[in-house]
């Protein structure tokens, strides 16, 4: 049985660097999610730093968010790595593993709003 290989990076940390929340007690349209992930790789100091842009808007107004947020995260590689040789699925294990953080965060800020919280999926 072939065992797989070591992960080549680790999750380092994270933080949110802007939050906006507009949104009336009285709307419960349901509301729809947008990410725009981006990223820059530093080869001298062997990180990723990963910005996620997150929009939750309501669906009947996909013009108007009602909730932002920017969440920067850094990614540590183990060894020197070149761009070129970042593997593949890490961009979508990058997002996967930065995700729950903002979860909890939006989940989180909504319910010291007092509203119900957006718990997202």
Do not use: H
Request: glycine share 2%; proline share 9%; no cysteine.
């Amino acid at each position: 049985m072939n065992t797989p290989p070591k992960a080549s990076f680790y999750f380092d940390s994270f933080f949110i660097t802007s939050f906006s929340f507009n949104m009336k007690e009285d709307e419960e349209d349901g509301v729809a999610i947008k990410i725009n992930p981006s990223g820059r790789f530093i080869s001298e100091e062997k990180t990723f730093e990963e910005t996620l842009q997150f929009f939750a808007y309501l669906k009947s107004d996909p013009d108007a968010p009602v909730i932002t947020a920017t969440l920067i995260a850094n990614f540590v590689f183990n060894e020197p790595i070149g761009f070129e040789s970042i593997p593949p699925y890490f961009y979508q294990n990058s997002i996967a593993i930065v995700f729950p953080y903002l979860r909890a965060f939006v989940s989180n800020m909504t319910l010291q709003a007092n509203l119900n919280p957006l718990i997202l999926p």
